[in-house]
């Protein structure tokens, strides 16, 4: 058989390199349009080690390390995946945001870049090394019935069919032309660009294959040959096909889908797919009840159908604003039935700090701080259990990166301030803290913020960026720690009626374009979700309530009401979402008497 290498394939030594594999634990962030009858069940059978009912995921964050963390608890359980990886272009992380009325490209993050730069960095032998290791890692998630459904463009097409074929066996089912229809950008010296390329490849040689799920009209030529002879069929003549009532079951050429290029459809991703393309790939490989999974999931095509088809479903990206635009599409389905939202957070973090900074945890952590600091342009302070450097006239803090930064580590930071005012070489020149963390408990960006300004301290939250888990992103120079958003609620109680409002809405505009801001008239322009979860115990953010914006409803209503069941003292949490998909919560207790 005729192999493809690639730099990267190889050991010096002639071994395979095999693909990354660590299975790191999920941690669910948020429950989506869950009942609070239902979740008081899931509660329930969690704490009497019962089983736990299927819950569909949408994962934020990089398939290097999601899909072998799902290996331990689905090999073998997957009926369909579909990718559709980049296809080499500048675009392909990037999307369009509408705000005050003004539509503007924002372009990929560094964490997006790196991804970017990881796939494309060496030309097709990263590409290609990065597809391999995906695919062989994919292959054992599948079941022995499975398929797998690659979409790619004629860039990429020969060189994945060699690897498809090496780690598939060669069990190609269909190799499927999609001839779209619609627009297209002429190019000087190649002809328009009308098709991609979608190989479908089965595990195993009892696959599933359901055509007659997908038949479509035969076109009107065919029609035209043949006569009609009743509700029973047709009947044909001499020398003539027979024609089957339902439609014909379609070829591997598909002509009859056209590209998106108008209508509520669009999310503003530029490589989003059609819904009627993956219906009818989900349609031909699957039944109801059976899993789909997409790992490139972008706009969330792939699970939007799969949910609207009885499946359930997988789906997992590297762009926080991908998570948040398939979140929105999820939920506009009113029929949609309870998801989880996940991440690896703090355990791919670990990961890193060990591989990175060693096995001694106490020299791991100081080398992890002076890491930071040296990354956010501060000189290293010694000797303090709480401040960690200084920048400017600025001290400084460090987060872990096993836990958000709470309220006590703020109020521990500020304590150890306050003793240094006006002593020696290092008492600080001014009275600011920039407090830097990967994760931050609820409202303690504005109740550590109040609190600390009591006692004349400017405290500032800042965000350590998840870029820099990679070294190019590093080398290149352009991390950035972006301070976090402010959101202020009130809630005014009736009996046991509690009414909800937003009055403002801060973000901060460092990453948003000049021109784009003086577009901002109003601070709702910032706002493009908001969800509430009514009685949080604690534990992950239930979305109980949710409004956001789409093409049909610019608007996005600030004020809402529930009504509580029975009396006692709950925990409001507030989650809202800006229009580039960060998050910013805020927490509150009500007494219902």
């Known amino acids: 058989m005729t192999e493809l290498i690639w730099e990267g394939k190889y050991a010096a030594d002639g071994s395979r390199i095999p693909a990354f594999r660590v299975a790191l634990p999920f941690q669910t962030v948020e429950t989506a349009n869950e009942s609070a009858q239902v979740r008081q069940k899931t509660l329930d059978r969690y704490r009497q080690h019962g089983p736990i009912e299927w819950r569909n995921r949408l994962i934020w964050g990089d398939n290097k390390y999601v899909v072998p963390s799902l290996l331990p608890e689905l090999a073998g359980k997957i009926d369909v995946i579909y990718i559709d990886p980049p296809f080499a272009t500048g675009q392909d992380f990037s999307f369009k945001v509408e705000v005050g009325g ?68 060669r069990r190609i089912i269909n190799e499927i032309a999609w001839c779209y229809s619609g627009p297209v950008q002429q190019k000087i010296r190649n002809l328009p660009t009308k098709h991609d390329t979608i190989f479908w490849f089965a595990k195993g040689p009892d696959y599933k294959i359901l055509k ?67 219906r009818r790939i989900i349609e031909l490989s699957s039944e109801p009840g059976d899993l789909v999974a997409d790992f490139f999931c972008g706009s969330g095509t792939t699970l939007a159908m799969a949910e609207e088809l009885g499946r359930r479903w997988i789906g997992c990206d590297l762009s926080r604003f991908a998570t948040h635009v398939t979140r929105k599409r999820l939920l506009g389905n009113p029929k949609v039935s309870p998801f989880a939202i996940q991440n690896l957070g703090k355990y791919e973090r670990q990961v890193w700090q060990m591989s990175e900074f060693g096995d001694s945890a106490e020299s791991r952590v100081a080398s992890y701080r002076e890491f930071i600091l040296r990354l956010f342009r501060a000189e290293s302070l010694q000797g303090f259990s709480w401040l960690h450097g200084a920048r400017g006239n600025r001290m400084v803090h460090v987060g872990s990166v096993d836990s958000p930064v709470t309220e006590e580590d703020v109020t521990e930071t500020v304590k150890e301030f306050e003793k240094l005012i006006g002593k020696g070489r290092l008492a600080p020149s001014s009275n600011g803290i920039d407090v830097l963390g990967w994760d931050f408990a609820f409202e303690v960006n504005e109740v550590s913020k109040e609190q600390a300004r009591g006692k004349n301290v400017d405290v500032r939250f800042r965000r350590i960026p998840r870029d820099i888990l990679d070294k190019r992103a590093i080398e290149e120079g352009d991390v950035r720690f972006f301070e976090l958003a402010a959101l202020s609620v009130k809630a005014i109680t009736m009996g046991k009626t509690v009414s909800i409002s937003i009055d403002d809405f801060v973000i901060p505009p460092d990453d948003v374009p000049e021109e784009v801001r003086h577009a901002v008239t109003h601070w709702k322009h910032w706002l493009d979700y908001w969800a509430i979860d009514w009685d949080n115990k604690g534990d992950a953010f239930h979305n109980e309530w949710q409004d956001f914006r789409s093409r049909e409803k610019p608007e996005l209503t600030t004020n809402v009401s529930h009504t509580y069941a029975q009396k006692g003292r709950f925990s409001i949490v507030v989650k809202a979402i800006d229009i580039l998909g960060n998050d910013t919560t805020k927490s509150l207790f009500v007494s219902i008497a």
């Open 212 to 278: 007659d799920n997908i038949r479509i009209p035969y076109d009107q030529q065919t029609v035209d040959r043949v006569k009609y002879r009743g509700p029973g069929g047709f009947v044909r003549p001499k020398g003539t096909i027979e024609l089957d009532a339902r439609g014909k079951i379609p070829e591997d050429w598909w002509k009859d889908i056209p590209y998106l290029n108008a209508g509520v459809e669009l999310t503003g991703y530029p490589t989003q797919k059609p819904a009627r393309l993956l």
């Open 102 to 169: 003004q539509e503007f490209r924002k372009e990929a993050s560094i964490i997006e870049q790196k991804a970017y730069r990881d796939t494309w960095g060496r030309g097709f032998d990263s590409y290609l090394k990065m597809i391999y290791d995906r695919l062989s890692l994919m292959r054992e998630l599948l079941s022995e019935t499975g398929s797998v459904f690659v979409h790619l463009d004629y860039r990429v097409a020969p060189y994945v069919r060699c690897i498809l074929d090496e780690v598939f066996e």
